[in-house]
């Protein structure tokens, strides 16, 4: 056999391997369960914190004026259900319907039907009032884009409730279709490259700056004052020029190599925890909490199925030894589903 006929049959086993892997099994169905409740939970805060002052922000007392909506929201690509009516009866409606569609999606109720809802109205709200978003609402309106393709609900749901319940009462599981599976798969993938693509450009868009080669961009970003709500805490960071320095080159240099967490177990486990952590200082420092919090969420792609095993059981056994010490605490701490979802 020649060598070109050699390459040929191993380009053709690696081209079954990645079929194999498309449409056999659904991946990363725990991983994307986190995320629909990191998401949910994440929305349901947001609009919780901003109840009292949503017609100032979203509905008729807007300071960005239904009119100046109307004439960019179509204009901009950016179609929402607000264009119906300038009312705010009609705005509070909108606003407490998104409120019952992430209740919902963070339950996994049948969340085939609610993801789209659940994205409609979110995308609805964020086009209301582009003023009042960050980059971490349009990563997350991306990212549910492709949830809509993929199976959200399959733990820690009340659809897979449905499911074990179904099967214990002897009725037979439902068969997976290879149409879905190969979807939901592709969505995984599509948001893992996301996630990739967003550190990559971020981190290569930083080099570009002057104020990022020369270690000086945290200095300034802490003495901003529209990012500044802790001054005193800002203040001791940014008068040690080592750390603003090495914080500054480490952001860029965290994001760049991010990537490569995907490949390698080691550097999982030592960047992963530097861009959650880089994400909490942002959220605590700038007063971006939910900026945050739909970053860290999103952080969770580049994590496995087997990863979210292995923290649960470490949590459980945490739990079981946390309970065993305490007088009167059973180990009963641990939640059922903890124990007996493999």
């Known amino acids: 056999m020649t060598f070109s006929n050699t390459r040929r049959l191993d380009r053709r086993a690696l081209g079954m391997a990645g079929l194999d ?7 990363g169905t725990r991983v994307i369960s986190l995320v629909r409740i990191g998401y949910g939970v994440t929305t349901i805060f947001l609009l919780l914190i901003n109840l009292p002052v949503r017609q100032q922000i979203w509905g008729a007392e807007a300071a960005y ?31 407490f319907a998104l409120l019952t569609a992430a209740i919902l999606f963070t339950l996994g109720w049948h969340t085939r039907t609610i993801t789209v809802i659940f994205f409609v109205l979110l995308w609805s709200l964020h086009a209301r009032n582009p003023l009042a978003t960050n980059g971490g609402d349009n990563l997350a309106r991306i990212i549910l884009v492709y949830l809509v393709f993929a199976q ?16 214990a009462s002897g ?12 979807a939901h798969n592709a969505a995984l993938i599509a948001c893992v490259a996301q996630v990739c693509v967003l550190y990559a450009t971020s981190s290569l868009f930083k080099v570009q700056g002057e104020m990022w080669q020369n270690g000086t961009a945290l200095y300034y970003i802490l003495r901003t004052a ?31 190599c991010l990537p490569f967490a995907l490949v390698n177990r080691w550097a999982k486990a030592v960047l992963l ?36 095993r292995l923290a649960k059981v470490y949590v ?4 079981a030894r946390f309970g065993a010490s305490r007088p009167g605490r059973m180990p009963s701490l641990v939640a059922p589903e903890l124990v007996t979802d493999k």
């Not at 204009?75 to 606003?95: E, M, N, R, T």
């Not at 037979?172 to 190969?182: A, F, H």
């Not at 459980?316 to 739990?319: A, K, Q, S």
Request: proline share 4%; no cysteine.
């Open 21 to 27: 892997w498309l449409s056999q099994r659904r991946h």
């Open 65 to 95: 004026t239904w009119d100046l909506f109307m004439q960019t929201s179509l204009a901009g690509g950016q179609p929402s259900l607000y264009v119906l009516s300038s009312s705010a009866v009609y705005a509070d409606i909108l606003y």
């Open 152 to 167: 959200v609900g399959a733990h820690w749901s009340l659809d897979s409730l449905r499911t074990r319940r179904r099967l």
């Open 171 to 182: 009725r037979p599981r439902r068969r997976e279709r290879v149409i879905g599976t190969v």
């Open 226 to 256: 529209d990012y500044n709500n802790w001054p005193e805490v800002a203040a001791f960071v940014y008068q040690w020029p080592i750390v603003v320095v090495g914080a500054t080159y480490a952001a860029v240099f965290v994001q760049l």
């Open 273 to 308: 925890p530097l861009v959650l952590g880089m994400h909490v200082a942002i959220g605590i420092l700038m007063g971006l909490p939910f900026f945050s919090l739909y970053m860290v969420v999103t952080d969770l792609f580049l994590l496995t199925d087997r990863d979210v």
């Open 316 to 319: 459980t056994g945490y739990l």
